[in-house]
Structures are given as structure tokens and as C-alpha cells.
């Protein structure tokens, strides 16, 4: 694998050791189970983590712990379950049943998919106040922006809502970083005590639902 054989090279760089990695594979010989262990192993999962934990601060300018959730360790189980993937308490939890139908390229779908619940460990979530789909398409546009976009995700413009979620919201926080360079870093930190939908005025002088209109006009042709 490629690509993470490159972070084996890039986390030597890294210093994250105040945060302890765990892997498991809960899946045990299960088509899923024995496609994780083939395919992509916990040495390299491990290795994901911890340069998903420095991209994720990159993205989000935490240069200095102060900036940062305190977080001491982050645990992934691949398992049976429905689903794809979630993150509860630090834990992520991938799904062996997804891998093992996955018929595209397991081991990127992988890579992107933990960098997604990765977010999740470290995002600030504005004291449970924040849109649920404001959280998640601020997971996805790091995926984005580190360039593990899958096939089915949705083009910039498309959506009904700017907080729908996801690869909706992940487009239209790109067009807002655009307007303003560093923004989802700065919204990320005004998350940190709170939420409201001023933040959007507070950085960019226009209402959320201004900023919409604006995006779907766009794209609009």
C-alpha cells in the first residue's frame, strides 16, 4: 500500500507520544476481518492514526496544545456491525462488514474513512450546541481537503441545506475557506465554547444563508 507505506516514512517525523494508539481486530476471520488483516493490518492502521491526528491539526492551525482537545488515547475496533463507521468517547469503530463488500480500493476507502471519525476526536463541537450537519461536513472536508474524496460523494453546488451534512456541507465549507483562507480552522475554534450562526458574519460579513445562496448561485450552470 502505498500510501501508507509513506506514512510509515512521514510519522518517524511526528511527535504525538503524550497520545496512545490502539488497534483490534474484533472481526476475527470474517470476510471482513481477514480483508483488514490482508490488506491493510493494525502496524499500518496505527501508523494512519497517528499522521491523521497531525493532518487533522494541520487543517484546524493547532500548532501548540493549548489550541487542542486534551485527548490521551484513541482506540479503533474493526467489528461486525451495520454501517460504515462511528466515533464515540475517542473510540472508533469501523465496520469489517463494510470492508469486506467494499468493491472499490479498500485500503483508501480506509484511510478516508478514519480520518473522517479521526475529526470527530478532535473537532470542537460548540458545546453540543453545533448542527449536527455542520459537524459532519466539517469531518468530511478534511477528508476533502487531504484529497480521499470517494465516488459517490455528491460536486460542489449540489444540496438542498448548508447544514444537510457530510459531503454537502464538506463542498460548502471549501467555497467558504475559499472566501477566506483558514476559515473552517477559525469557525473550529470559535466552536470551542459554543455555536451560533453569527460565526459565519463574525468571518465572513455575510449570514449563512446568504453565503448559501451565493455558493448554489455558483454553481448554478
Same mark, same amino acid.
Given at each position: 500500500?502505498?500510501?501508507?507505506?509513506?506514512?510509515?516514512?512521514?510519522?518517524?517525523?511526528?511527535?504525538?507520544?503524550?497520545?496512545?494508539?490502539?488497534?483490534?481486530?474484533?472481526?476475527?476471520?470474517?470476510? !471482513?476481518?481477514?480483508?483488514?488483516?490482508?490488506?491493510?493490518?493494525?502496524?499500518?492502521?496505527?501508523?494512519? +492514526?497517528?499522521?491523521?491526528?497531525?493532518?487533522?491539526?494541520?487543517?484546524?492551525?493547532?500548532?501548540?496544545?493549548?489550541?487542542?482537545?486534551?485527548?490521551?488515547?484513541?482506540?479503533?475496533?474493526?467489528?461486525?456491525?451495520?454501517?460504515?463507521?462511528?466515533?464515540?468517547?475517542?473510540?472508533?469503530?469501523?465496520?469489517?462488514?463494510?470492508?469486506?463488500?467494499?468493491?472499490?480500493?479498500?485500503?483508501?476507502?480506509?484511510?478516508?474513512?478514519?480520518?473522517?471519525?479521526?475529526?470527530?476526536?478532535?473537532?470542537?463541537?460548540?458545546?453540543?450546541?453545533?448542527?449536527?450537519?455542520?459537524?459532519?461536513?466539517?469531518?468530511?472536508?478534511?477528508?476533502?481537503?487531504?484529497?480521499?474524496?470517494?465516488?459517490?460523494?455528491?460536486?460542489?453546488?449540489? !444540496?438542498?441545506?448548508?447544514?444537510? !451534512?457530510?459531503?454537502?456541507?464538506?463542498?460548502? +465549507?471549501?467555497?467558504?475557506?475559499?472566501?477566506?483562507?483558514?476559515?473552517?480552522?477559525?469557525?473550529?475554534?470559535?466552536?470551542?465554547?459554543?455555536?451560533?450562526?453569527?460565526?459565519?458574519?463574525?468571518?465572513?460579513?455575510?449570514?449563512?444563508?446568504?453565503?448559501?445562496?451565493?455558493?448554489?448561485?455558483?454553481?448554478?450552470?
Amino acid at each position: 500500500m502505498l500510501f501508507l507505506a509513506t506514512l510509515v516514512v512521514l510519522s518517524s517525523s511526528m511527535q504525538s507520544r503524550a497520545v496512545e494508539y490502539t488497534v483490534t481486530n474484533s472481526a476475527g476471520n470474517t470476510t !471482513g476481518g481477514a480483508r483488514f488483516s490482508s490488506e491493510i493490518g493494525i502496524p499500518n492502521s496505527r501508523i494512519l +492514526l497517528i499522521v491523521s491526528t497531525h493532518i487533522i491539526w494541520n487543517v484546524f492551525q493547532q500548532n501548540v496544545p493549548g489550541d487542542r482537545k486534551s485527548v490521551e488515547k484513541v482506540s479503533l475496533f474493526i467489528e461486525n456491525m451495520e454501517g460504515i463507521a462511528y466515533e464515540s468517547n475517542d473510540e472508533i469503530h469501523v465496520s469489517a462488514t463494510y470492508l469486506g463488500g467494499f468493491s472499490g480500493n479498500v485500503k483508501r476507502e480506509f484511510v478516508g474513512v478514519v480520518l473522517h471519525e479521526m475529526v470527530h476526536v478532535w473537532r470542537w463541537n460548540g458545546d453540543g450546541q453545533a448542527p449536527g450537519g455542520l459537524i459532519e461536513g466539517i469531518a468530511d472536508f478534511v477528508r476533502l481537503r487531504s484529497r480521499f474524496v470517494p465516488d459517490h460523494w455528491v460536486g460542489p453546488g449540489q !444540496g438542498d441545506r448548508w447544514d444537510q !451534512g457530510y459531503d454537502i456541507t464538506a463542498r460548502f +465549507l471549501d467555497y467558504c475557506d475559499g472566501l477566506r483562507n483558514g476559515f473552517v480552522a477559525e469557525l473550529n475554534k470559535k466552536m470551542r465554547t459554543g455555536y451560533s450562526d453569527n460565526y459565519f458574519v463574525d468571518l465572513l460579513d455575510k449570514s449563512v444563508d446568504q453565503l448559501w445562496m451565493d455558493y448554489k448561485a455558483k454553481y448554478a450552470t
